[in-house]
């Protein structure tokens, strides 16, 4: 089964829209001569003098040993939003990087081509520490792929592969053992990238590297069923595991996957996650179903989210469980966007405005940190413009006459079925009867029945599919039913009904002859759930559907409740705004009253996710 991106996919969601446009502007915001100076300077081909040394700082400052990684990230993102929307100016500015990295390495030698030195390696040979050289050279190797696969630039490969040539002869000087010592630094994602040039090249040099960069220290003991992770560093062991996933897609040696489910057993299904779907405590995970203690102020580290969705995404692949879509939908919505891209409403003279926050905080009265354009590239700021790329992604999955849709986003999915081409049309209903944005009244005010019908928010959300085809075609609709359900789930067909379940370990498979013009409708029963942690019922999160909900407070609150389920305390609050029903709800018996609203929509406001809740003293 494959995912289905690129330009088979046409985004049509408000919100993801833009984030994409707010990421593409920055992304050109960030001009060549900065994005290549520690190249440049490495190549010998600056001196430090007629640039602005201090253009892009934090991470990339020319003193920092992780310098010169985001220009990876850059790549792969641009190579990312091309693929998705055909964007040449994109296009362009990756060509003309390549073309400049092409020269460096030519001017090193005619391998090497870097932002740090070629000792950096042989020093962590030598047990020296340095700040992991191969994660940073990873994502050179990772921009360089993904413009040669997305953007058809044959330059950015050969380049890749003359580098690779000079990591075939370095790993081939030290034995297994000393090699493994090497293994211990921060490797990224090499797995990953030998993996995707051995499928592209066939050279047998990359089967070597592969074995080579096999981490048996710690997919040995995975597949022991040992616990290797708890109080580890998440983000150096996930790129591993990805390059697992991926070893497995090109050679389909069997070992690789049996590590990557060994790992996603370790790290989610035994270790247990957050309300939010994240975990880690100051980038480590947490101990198993062990998260009380670890409520503080540096949780889900934006990369471990990215990465983990990405591996979510090839288990789904291959096992068509839709848990694992559970797991990227909670992920989406109260991390990637609750922790990049924000806007809103300021605070407190703060602007309206977020760019990327490394962790998301849940000790209580936390704040989102948000970084600046210019001051600090750490590796999030990095996963952040990839991340934001193409919003395309994850919605659809293709497995000859199967068709699944796993996210419910406004979109159109084109596919091939036995030579037919079968457009698919998804459209939220939103049930409220009017499109008035804002203050300005430029929208038709039609009477219509919908408007009073639906007086307050629905307890339900509705999603519309259209089939177009060039002739009637027979396949097999597969629908996730998202695991947040409050009731039973209906779905019609053609306004007949088709099934009615709460089952949400399987899709809802429509199999049929289809023809233009055929209509399904699903509708999930939606409202409030209370998330007890693992280790403490009696602290827990509120979720409305899959958007963890935030109390905004300046200091931690307990809820003392008149009843026994939390959700009853929460009321709906200011629920409808001009043609939208919003997501607010505020206390009933506290005092002073906290309002709520979703993770996601949280800004610089002082916020609350896990609190304690006890009965009312009477």
């Known amino acids: 089964m494959r995912q ?59 003193s920092c040993q992780l310098r010169g990684h985001f220009l990876g990230h850059w790549l792969s993102a641009a190579a990312m939003h091309y693929h998705e929307v055909g964007d040449k100016e994109l296009w362009a500015r990756a060509y003309t990087i390549v073309e400049e990295l092409e020269i460096c390495q030519n001017d090193n030698g005619g391998k090497w081509v870097a932002p740090i030195p070629e000792k950096y390696l042989y020093w962590i040979g030598m047990g020296r520490n340095i700040w992991a050289p191969q994660y940073n050279m990873h994502k050179l190797f990772m921009g360089l792929v993904d413009v040669y696969k997305y953007m058809d630039i044959e330059l950015a490969l050969t380049v890749a592969d003359k580098l690779a040539d000079w990591f075939y002869e370095w790993s081939g000087t030290y034995s297994r053992e000393e090699f493994d010592n090497i293994l211990d630094v921060e490797t990224g994602g090499m797995l990953e990238v030998w993996s995707d040039l051995l499928e592209i090249t066939k050279d047998e040099k990359y089967r070597t590297l592969l074995e080579r960069y096999y981490r048996g220290r710690l997919f040995e003991p995975l597949l022991e ?38 790992y996603w057993n370790c790290a989610v299904t035994e270790r247990g996650y957050f309300a939010t779907g994240g975990q880690t405590q100051g980038e480590v995970w947490t101990p198993k179903q062990k998260l009380k203690a670890r409520l503080g102020d540096k949780n889900q580290e934006h990369c471990t989210v990215y990465n983990m969705i990405r591996l979510a995404d090839f288990l789904f692949r291959y096992s068509k469980d839709p848990k694992y879509m559970h797991y990227v939908e909670y992920n ?25 926050t490394y962790f998301l905080p849940m000790k209580a009265a936390s704040y989102k940190d948000w970084a600046g354009e210019m001051d600090s590239f750490f590796c999030c700021h990095g996963t952040m413009i990839q991340s934001n790329a193409a919003w395309n992604r994850y919605a659809y999955y293709q497995d000859e006459k199967d068709l699944y849709v796993t996210m ?27 499109w008035q944005k804002s203050s300005v009244n430029d929208a038709k005010q039609t009477v219509n029945d919908t408007a009073s019908e639906y007086a307050n928010k629905p307890d339900f959300r509705r999603y519309m599919f259209m089939v177009e085809c060039e002739q009637e075609t027979t396949f097999t609709l597969h629908l996730r039913v998202p695991d947040w359900i409050t009731n039973a789930s209906k779905v019609t067909v053609n306004g007949e009904e088709f099934v009615t379940t709460t089952d949400t370990d399987q899709f809802v498979d429509i199999a049929r002859t289809w023809k233009k013009g055929d209509l399904v409708e699903i509708t999930f029963p939606i409202g409030l759930r209370f998330v007890p942690l693992p280790d403490d019922e009696t602290t827990g999160a509120f979720r409305y559907g899959a958007d963890v909900l935030a109390g905004i407070t300046e200091q931690e609150r307990v809820l003392f409740l008149e009843s026994e389920k939390p959700e009853d305390e929460l009321s709906a609050d200011t629920e409808r705004q001009w043609g939208d029903f919003r997501t607010f709800y505020r206390t009933e018996n506290q005092d002073p009253g906290i309002s709520f609203t979703k993770l996601n929509a949280v800004g610089y406001e002082p916020y609350q996710i896990y609190f304690k809740v006890k009965p009312s003293a009477k």
Do not use: F
């Not at 983000?235 to 996957?257: D, F, H, M, Q, S």
């Not at 989406?332 to 990327?356: C, E, F, M, S, V």
């Not at 596919?415 to 939103?430: A, F, M, N, R, S």
């Open 332 to 356: 989406i919505q109260n991390g990637l966007l609750a922790q990049t891209y924000w806007r809103g409403d300021n605070w407190h003279g703060k602007p309206g405005t977020g760019l990327i």
């Open 225 to 262: 069923g040992k616990d290797v992770l708890t109080n580890m560093h998440a983000n150096t062991t996930i790129p591993e595991i990805l390059g697992c996933a991926r070893a497995y897609e090109v050679t389909g040696e069997e070992k690789w996957y049996e590590i990557v489910k060994a």
């Open 408 to 434: 419910y986003i406004n979109s159109e999915v084109n596919v091939d079925i036995d030579g037919i081409c079968v457009k698919l049309i998804q459209q939220q209903d939103y049930m409220n009867g009017s």
């Open 4 to 62: 289905l991106d690129g330009k088979q996919v046409t985004l049509k969601e408000g919100d993801l829209l833009r984030r994409e446009q707010d990421n593409r502007v920055y992304m050109m915001k960030l001009e060549n001569q900065y994005l290549l100076r520690n190249y440049l300077l490495e190549a010998g081909r600056i001196s430090g003098r007629g640039i602005d040394l201090n253009a892009m700082g934090g991470w990339e400052d020319p």
